[in-house]
């Protein structure tokens, strides 16, 4: 399920606004003690000024900025606030849904930025 994610925001970040890695292959910085942690239950993005968006926050802000501008209201309040407990419930299942709809995969995700197909 994280590699299908990863992979479709790599597909259409054509203008490589993102470097996509697994959080254990992460540099250091911008990687951290308290950043490594917290990866462990969530998705982060790490902005170019260095705010560091989590879960939700981070999944909006990377559909956005790949042309998914539908996702705008859900940024703010109130329409976060169900897009953050939909993103832990699945985050929290993540191994399960990984297994039943995703052949068991949950985060073979290659430290590489594949050409966009």
Do not use: H
Not at 3 to 11: C, D, K, T, W, Y
Not at 44 to 62: I, N
């Amino acid at each position: 399920m994280c590699s299908r994610a990863a992979a479709m925001v790599r597909r259409r970040d054509t203008g490589r606004q993102f470097q996509i890695v697994s959080y254990q292959n992460c540099p250091r910085p911008p990687m951290d003690d308290a950043l490594y942690e917290g990866c462990k239950t969530a998705l982060y993005v790490v902005t170019k000024d260095g705010t560091r968006l989590r879960g939700a926050d981070a999944m909006l802000f990377a559909l956005r900025a790949t042309g998914w501008n539908w996702v705008v209201p859900f940024q703010y309040p109130p329409l976060v606030w169900p897009a953050r407990l939909v993103y832990a419930l699945v985050a929290r299942n993540r191994g399960f849904i990984s297994k039943a709809f995703f052949g068991g995969v949950a985060c073979g995700l290659e430290n590489r930025y594949p050409e966009v197909d």
